[in-house]
């Protein structure tokens, strides 16, 4: 162990992400405790992944990740070959996901006003709606099982034909036959709420420590008692684990027990800046496209297991651009500005990893979050402080807890958590 031990906080948060960065934001916002942040940017971080989408019943039912893809192709194979057309499946995730996404989700007009008043950061939160646009009937059969799946939320969903459609977003292709319209589906600037986090909390007090890399994490027992990072030994009574892509590894060090959480790769394209050309942000079978309060067009994503591979690859690429360029017709005459990679941190269930960790003291999860990290992360900042504090919890976190793991549906022990590749924390 270092023998640098002047550093002692009540918490140190390990990620600087748009997750670590909302806990340390909720966290340091009564400013009575002495909190930490180190993070050490490598290539590949989540929010490089995001188009800022606050997607919360979008991203609950699948739009985006490829399953409207897979459900689109077995339609038409079905069709063709004259077999029972099967039914569609959406991707609906259960509903304490839904619940934790809409409470989100509701969090950000409030947290929006909250850090332009008291630390002057605009995240650049829009009201756009999410449109999913109908090519065909297969997407129409998709559009209708999606509706059937949330009788509850159907005030929040509105059905748009051809005509309206047209005259709502003019620039979408015209041969589409209409969209389903998602009303509470809004966006933001992915990289500016990360850096709004950030700077309240700096304001609040809390020390960040970036471009500060842990290399190790020093216990008493089963206790956690600091971090030993590149820059010298950090004390703490509670270590969060936000580590993204890289929090098994943390909660290796720090636990023994290695997260079920692994890199998803997304590949992302952004246009130069155009003129206004979007109303609201759009999901197709093929892609996503938001344009940003700058006018540039994102276009993304793709969603592969490639481990940490954070490369650009030209197939991907070429299908994300088809399908932009297959819902609006413009695009094709127009520069493309950048490409990148992002990690999303994957869990085998796709829901976040929350909460403290069996027979270790001074530990709390904060990780997992694949494609919805933007989204939730006021939730998950505000649920991470009440749970620290004891306080009453808005909602019961059970469901995201560690132990899900532990046991499989007829109650017997699996193994989780085998990394495949040694790799350095974040």
Request: glycine share 10%; aromatic share 8%; net charge negative.
């Amino acid at each position: 162990m270092s023998t640098n031990m002047n550093k002692k906080y009540d918490i140190v948060i390990a990620g600087g992400g748009v997750i670590g960065a909302s806990c340390a934001y909720f966290l340091s916002k009564q400013k009575d405790l002495k909190i930490a942040l180190v993070d050490l940017k490598k290539p590949g971080n989540a929010s490089r992944a995001s188009a800022g989408g606050l997607w919360a019943i979008g991203e609950s039912v699948g739009l985006g990740c490829g399953v409207i893809f897979f459900n689109r192709m077995t339609m038409q194979q079905a069709d063709a070959t004259g077999e029972d057309l099967p039914p569609m499946r959406p991707h609906v995730l259960p509903d304490y996901f839904f619940e934790f996404a809409l409470k989100s989700n509701a969090m950000y007009p409030g947290l929006w006003q909250e850090l332009k008043d008291n630390h002057g950061v605009d995240f650049k939160f829009e009201k756009t709606g999410l449109k999913y646009v109908m090519y065909d009937e297969y997407d129409k059969m998709y559009a209708d099982s999606i509706v059937d799946h949330i009788p509850g939320l159907i005030d929040q969903v509105s059905w748009l034909s051809a005509e309206e459609l047209a005259e709502d977003e003019p620039y979408i292709n015209k041969k589409s036959i209409g969209a389903l319209e998602f009303k509470c589906d809004h966006q933001v600037n992915p990289y500016r709420l990360n850096e709004a986090y950030l700077e309240g909390a700096r304001q609040n007090g809390v020390d960040l420590f970036l471009e500060t890399e842990v290399l190790s994490i020093e216990k008493q027992g089963n206790k956690v008692i600091g971090v030993e990072t590149d820059a010298g030994f950090i004390g703490c009574e509670t270590l969060i684990n936000a580590a993204g892509s890289w929090a098994a590894q943390l909660s290796k060090m720090a636990t023994g027990i290695e997260l079920p959480v692994y890199p998803v790769k997304g590949q992302i394209i952004l246009s130069e800046r155009l003129p206004k050309i979007l109303k609201g942000c759009v999901s197709t079978t093929d892609c996503y496209i938001a344009q940003k309060d700058n006018g540039e067009v994102l276009i993304g994503s793709t969603t592969e297991e490639k481990g940490f591979d954070t490369t650009n690859t030209l197939p991907e690429l070429k299908e994300l651009v088809n399908g932009a360029v297959k819902c609006i017709p413009m695009l094709n005459d127009l520069n493309i500005k950048r490409c990148w990679a992002g990690l999303r941190p994957g869990t085998p269930d796709e829901f976040p990893i929350l909460g403290e960790m069996p027979g270790v003291e001074g530990y709390i999860n904060a990780c997992g979050h694949f494609r919805t990290g933007i989204l939730t992360s006021a939730i998950t900042g505000k649920l991470i402080n009440d749970l620290y504090r004891g306080l009453p919890l808005d909602m019961d976190i059970t469901p995201f807890k560690y132990d899900r793991f532990l046991k499989s549906t007829d109650n017997e022990s699996i193994k989780v958590g085998e990394a495949d590749q040694e790799v350095e924390i974040a």
